[in-house]
């Protein structure tokens, strides 16, 4: 159960980490600056949880 767990959060954070590069790439960054910045900061903060869960 553990292991679905952290498979799942990895999984979230890929996808975050996807929806940052495409509003990257379709979005000037003037458009979407503010939902990439919040974006990068929950996706960081997933990572530091998955390190610390490991």
């Known amino acids: 159960m ?3 767990k952290k ?6 954070i890929n996808k975050l980490n996807e929806v940052i590069s495409t509003l990257s790439e379709i979005f000037s960054q003037e458009d979407v600056a503010d939902e990439i910045n919040f974006s ?13 869960w490991q």
Do not use: G, R
Request: cysteine-free.
């Open 40 to 52: 990068s900061v929950v996706s960081d903060k997933l990572k530091d949880f998955h390190k610390e």
């Open 7 to 12: 498979d799942l959060l990895f999984e979230q």
């Open 2 to 4: 553990e292991q679905n």
